[in-house]
C-alpha cells in the first residue's frame, strides 16, 4: 500500500505550472492512485506565485499540504524553490530549474532578488537537484517545454510507469506541440 505521496509544483504566472499539475494527475490518476489536487494562482498573470498541491495513494482525504510535509516539490523558478522550503519534509527532495523571474518588487526597486537561493536550498537538504530546464526546452525547440523537461525529470522519480507519463501528455498537451514535449518529457527522464 502506497502512503500518500505529498508533491508541491511552485513556480510563477507564465511557466506552466497547472499544465504540468493537469499532466501529474493525469498520469496518477491512471495508474489507479486516488488524487487530489489544490490550485493557488496569485496574479498568475502578471508573473505571481502558482503553487499546486498534489497528493496521491491508495485513499487521500484533503488535497493540502501541511508546512513539513511535502515528500518532494517541484520549483519552476529558483526564489520560489526558497520560499517554498519550509513545506519539504526531512528526508525531503527538491528539483530546482535554475532560472530567475525578478518579481515585481525586484522590478520596483522595493527588494532585492537573493542572489543565495540555491545556496540556501542545499543547505537545509542534501536531496536537491538543480537542472537548466529552459536550456534544454530551448533545445527541443520550445523554451515554454521547460515545465515538462521538470516534470520529466520528477516522473523518473514516482512509481508510476513511463507509459502513462507518455499517454497523459497527449491527453494534456495541444496536439500541435506535443513533438517537442515529448521530447523535452525523455530529455527531463534522462536526466
Same mark, same amino acid.
Given at each position: 500500500?502506497?502512503?500518500?505521496?505529498?508533491?508541491?509544483?511552485?513556480?510563477?504566472?507564465?511557466?506552466?505550472?497547472?499544465?504540468?499539475?493537469?499532466?501529474?494527475?493525469?498520469?496518477?490518476?491512471?495508474?489507479?492512485?486516488?488524487?487530489?489536487?489544490?490550485?493557488?494562482?496569485?496574479?498568475?498573470?502578471?508573473?505571481?506565485?502558482?503553487?499546486?498541491?498534489?497528493?496521491?495513494?491508495?485513499?487521500?482525504?484533503?488535497?493540502? #499540504?501541511?508546512?513539513?510535509?511535502?515528500?518532494? #516539490?517541484?520549483?519552476?523558478?529558483?526564489?520560489?524553490?526558497?520560499?517554498?522550503?519550509?513545506?519539504?519534509?526531512d528526508g525531503g527532495s527538491? #528539483? #530546482?530549474?535554475?532560472?530567475?523571474?525578478?518579481?515585481?518588487?525586484? &522590478?520596483?526597486?522595493?527588494?532585492?532578488?537573493?542572489?543565495?537561493?540555491?545556496?540556501?536550498?542545499q543547505q537545509s537538504t542534501?536531496?536537491?537537484?538543480?537542472?537548466?530546464?529552459?536550456?534544454?526546452?530551448?533545445?527541443?525547440?520550445?523554451?515554454?517545454?521547460?515545465?515538462?523537461?521538470?516534470?520529466?525529470? &520528477?516522473?523518473?522519480?514516482?512509481?508510476?510507469?513511463? /507509459?502513462l507519463w507518455i499517454n497523459? &501528455?497527449?491527453?494534456?498537451?495541444?496536439?500541435?506541440?506535443?513533438?517537442?514535449?515529448?521530447?523535452?518529457?525523455? /530529455?527531463?527522464?534522462? &536526466?
Amino acid at each position: 500500500m502506497l502512503k500518500p505521496l505529498n508533491i508541491l509544483l511552485v513556480g510563477v504566472g507564465g511557466q506552466g505550472t497547472i499544465l504540468a499539475t493537469r499532466i501529474m494527475a493525469k498520469a496518477a490518476q491512471d495508474a489507479g492512485y486516488d488524487i487530489k489536487v489544490s490550485e493557488i494562482k496569485g496574479m498568475s498573470q502578471r508573473g505571481g506565485s502558482v503553487v499546486t498541491q498534489i497528493r496521491l495513494g491508495e485513499k487521500v482525504y484533503s488535497p493540502l #499540504i501541511s508546512e513539513g510535509k511535502a515528500d518532494a #516539490i517541484l520549483a519552476f523558478e529558483k526564489m520560489e524553490a526558497l520560499r517554498w522550503l519550509s513545506h519539504l519534509k526531512d528526508g525531503g527532495s527538491i #528539483i #530546482i530549474n535554475d532560472q530567475a523571474i525578478p518579481p515585481m518588487p525586484v &522590478l520596483t526597486g522595493a527588494t532585492v532578488y537573493p542572489a543565495d537561493c540555491l545556496e540556501r536550498v542545499q543547505q537545509s537538504t542534501a536531496k536537491t537537484t538543480i537542472v537548466d530546464a529552459l536550456k534544454i526546452a530551448v533545445q527541443c525547440g520550445n523554451p515554454k517545454a521547460a515545465n515538462v523537461v521538470l516534470v520529466g525529470l &520528477l516522473a523518473k522519480r514516482l512509481p508510476i510507469a513511463k /507509459e502513462l507519463w507518455i499517454n497523459a &501528455l497527449r491527453v494534456r498537451v495541444p496536439e500541435k506541440f506535443i513533438d517537442i514535449n515529448l521530447k523535452a518529457f525523455e /530529455e527531463g527522464y534522462s &536526466l
